[in-house]
């Protein structure tokens, strides 16, 4: 089934202990989707301005993702600049543009209305609670936000996660949200927010993903994915949202949502983030097949399974 | 088959978020032999001063452990005074009295001499190599250190690893011993050193295993075991210990050392950790039973398998 997302499409430059590379095409619509199309058909909805040109249009074709709700205007696109040369768990941000993104009104596409899964990528939390209240058929929406809007936007964002079924933060994110240290607590106050379902994304520890006691009346309960053990990570950026992209792209795909099949999710989560960081932006998730990715989910069975 | 510790009985006060506990019996040997007790037979190695009495004596006695590798020399006990106020995975020392400790000699009771398992746990390098020269019989042989061994007694502690089958250390150790900061190749470069197989523990994230190429020339392969997410954590002194005496003890229990074994010892290593860390000292590892472990060990195994 489809997945329509909103967020980010924008330029970054990164730098890290493997090298520096300047205006890679990201943000967390394009790793989310890109991640998610392996998996089911994405619908992008997003902003760019005049140098979002055919050449990064041909990165989504060639994953077959729907832009027709990328809105272009004039301007220069989002831009960020960071760098993560003390700590690969953590980006130092050295610029931040918002660009065209600063006056950002998501429109969606007619053709985007019967999906059926919705990605809330981490935007404005008024946005969000607006997209999500325009596509009142949505079977079940996910998001992900950020320790800004949780700070300072607290009462927009409680009303997102009130329409949310499944909130994918970090370790941080959830202990801030939930003003509790102890993750396990403050999973379920976060939960007790919303959302049905917690994946607390722990970096190069895996993640955790918390269940609510009614999520699907199965049964369903916490569960752990490890991160890829990796010689090298070259760029960080975007494991999160392709983390969140090979996870919702996976749960889109399944004709039931059962226990199993979020397990299945979380794993495929692990996975898609594990590609991610190996190269920097978004190459990696461009040249990578269907077989790589269910032979590193494999590699993730084997390393965690008993038998 | 038996393990031989050799390691500190110690005093420990200790303050967490939960509250404070004065002159709790601790020290690694104690916690690795409490934990280990539960799976094979145990003899201590250890140095204690006048303040070790017969109260002190029945905790060994109510798990049957062999303390009569436990020296009782005038003076005071190891001491040592620390909290977890601001952070629960990393103890903040206030105090370490060396006392009996300050002249340890290690003395092996002959009746120790048939173990076919050795566990130097973390004390003066110098000393760990000079109780493994004195145990040649030994079919297997693990060890702990610190980051004081790696920064300041490096050369003592290479000569202790060349003489290791399996090393446990935390993150920061590793990285540290190796001067590499990606764990997968501090760990390779750890293994270089001489251990066959390595445990690098993550606190509150679990465990890894990395294993080198030749180890048990079965292909054993890296395997990942979380940590049990807890509502709370009283105090996590021991926790590493406990993982050790877990991991170690079902280790020697088995009567063949195959890559399933290692498994599930890193699960049992997990799930003794993680029962350390509910009171005081070890006040639960001294209220356990083998029914409570065989029950949280299903519960790794459901909180990481896809089936």
Known sequence: MAITVVGSVAYDSIETPAGRKDRCLGGAATYFSLAASFFTDV???AVVGDDFGSEQEAV??????DTRGIEHTAGKSFFWEGSYLDN???AKTHTTELNVFASF????????RDSE???LANIDPVLQRRVREAMPGIKLVAGDTMNYWIKDHRPALLEVLKGLDVLLINDTETRMLAGNNNLVRAARAVMEMGPRALVVKHGEYGATLFVGENMNGTGAKTFKTPAMPLEEVVDPTGAGDSFAGGFFGYLASQP???PGVFRRAMFYGSTMGSFAVERFGTERLQQ???QEIDDRFN???ELTHLD
Chains 1, 2 share one sequence.
């Open 256 to 258: 039931k949502l059962t």
């Open 60 to 65: 989504f074709a060639a994953r077959n993702i």
């Open 105 to 112: 009104e998501p429109k969606i596409p007619d053709s985007y």
């Open 288 to 290: 990578l097949s269907r």
């Open 88 to 90: 690969l768990n953590e």
């Open 299 to 301: 590699v993730f069975r």
């Open 117 to 119: 899964f919705l990605f």
């Open 43 to 45: 619908r992008v909805i």
